[in-house]
């Protein structure tokens, strides 16, 4: 380890909150799906910056639409009007059918306006109750945590909301129990991440759909980590027959860049009056420019190869599942979403992984996680297959 990146550890030691679990790796750079190390080392990213980096790493289009903007101005106040957020948000209700669009920084503070809009909707009534579901991560702040039902993220910051009920994710007998005339929203992951890459059944969605029929809750779709065509579809919720009032989107949207929104149907359309809600950075013009370029490549056929890949992954790691039933106990996910059940502790594996010069990442104790970006080739994901199977096989 080099002697400036030993002081950069002691630095962060000195002055951060000890917040990150950070890898004792130094990046210079990035490109396409590898990352590029001080001492030389190239590692290949299954990681994609936790769904982030969606394109890679500098990606040439996204890039030039950075330029191009920063050669203009970096921040405007949301008193005025902005072409790139226009531009993006009719590019964005065009392609998902949505009436209305509220740009945030980032997947929790989508959250936490997807709450205030829920509240708002059905202020003076009885409707005061939300379900969330075991597994269910929405963010990190106290609305968010108060929709995350995983005792690691809650435990210390209590009191949180007190209206929040957790479901056992895909029970249909709970749902049918907790949901009633008191029920506001109910907000989904239709593939978890956090909660180890668990994909809802249709059946839930069945139920879910007939119960909101019935009591005439809002849904509310949360799309950060599995939206904008991770899964195959522009959302995951387009594998299912669910039709959400409300999805929550940020993550890859912005190519890199801090960028999220919340979407809304024709029945919260009116929600907001001015001044009701706002955001000093949200749909900063720079990270607008950027999530206009990140969609235009991904209409471009990234949705068919993140398909495709995703796929050729599962397949081949169903093998790998077979040959040793005793290291590996599930395969899931969709598109390039996925997660391998291991049996024993998952950061070994991760640790394992980076040594053979590949990042992965670990979820729920024992989930090796899989986020690769969407310009993911054949041959990166042999690379990865190669890699794992001697780490497992070991």
């Known amino acids: 380890m080099k002697k400036s990146f030993e002081r950069l550890i002691q630095k962060e030691e000195e002055y951060f909150f000890r917040t990150y679990r950070r890898l004792k790796i130094h990046i210079e750079r990035g490109k396409d799906c590898y990352l590029y190390t001080d001492d030389g080392r190239k590692i290949l990213d299954m990681f994609g910056g936790l769904a982030v980096n969606i394109l890679g790493y500098n990606h040439r289009e996204v890039n030039k639409a950075i330029s191009k903007q920063i050669g203009k101005y970096i921040h405007l106040s949301n008193i005025f009007y902005q072409d790139t957020q226009i531009l993006l948000a009719e590019k964005l209700i065009g392609l998902t059918g949505f009436k209305k669009i509220f740009f945030t920084n980032s997947g929790t503070e989508a959250a936490e306006t ?7 909707h059905f202020s003076g009534s009885q409707k005061k109750d939300i379900i969330a579901f075991s597994g269910s991560f929405h963010g990190r702040t106290l609305g968010g945590l108060s929709l995350t039902e995983r005792a690691k993220y809650r435990e210390g910051f209590e009191p949180l909301l007190t209206d929040v009920k957790f479901v056992p994710f895909n029970s249909l007998a709970e749902l049918e129990k907790n949901v009633n005339d008191n029920t506001s929203a109910i907000f989904i992951e239709c593939l978890q991440g956090e909660g180890g890459i668990n994909s809802v059944t249709p059946a839930f969605i069945q139920k879910l759909m007939e119960l909101k029929q019935k009591f ?10 599995s939206g904008i065509g991770r899964t195959g579809k522009f959302f995951s919720f387009e594998h299912f027959a669910l039709k959400p009032d409300i999805v929550l989107i940020a993550k890859g949207m912005g190519g890199g860049l801090p960028l999220g929104a919340v979407l809304g149907n024709e029945i919260v359309a009116g929600v907001f009056g001015q001044g009701q809600h706002g955001s000093t950075f949200g749909g900063n013009p720079v990270a607008c420019a950027a999530g206009l370029a990140v969609i235009e490549e991904i209409k471009k056929g990234l949705m068919n190869n993140a398909y495709k890949i995703g796929e050729y992954l599962k397949k081949r790691l169903l093998v790998h599942k077979k040959k040793y039933p005793d290291k590996i106990k599930d395969v899931r ?20 992984m980076l040594d053979e010069g590949v990042l992965v990442n670990c979820t729920n104790v024992n989930v090796i996680r899989l986020l690769p970006p969407l310009v993911i080739t054949r041959k990166e994901a042999d690379i990865f297959l190669k890699k794992f199977k001697k780490v497992v096989s070991d």
């Open 216 to 225: 005439g809750f809002l849904i509310a779709a949360d799309e950060i980590q």
């Open 333 to 352: 996910g969709m598109g390039l979403m996925i997660g391998i059940e291991i049996a024993g502790d998952g950061q070994t594996i991760v640790h394992k």
């Open 114 to 120: 997807a709450l205030k809009i829920i509240r708002k």
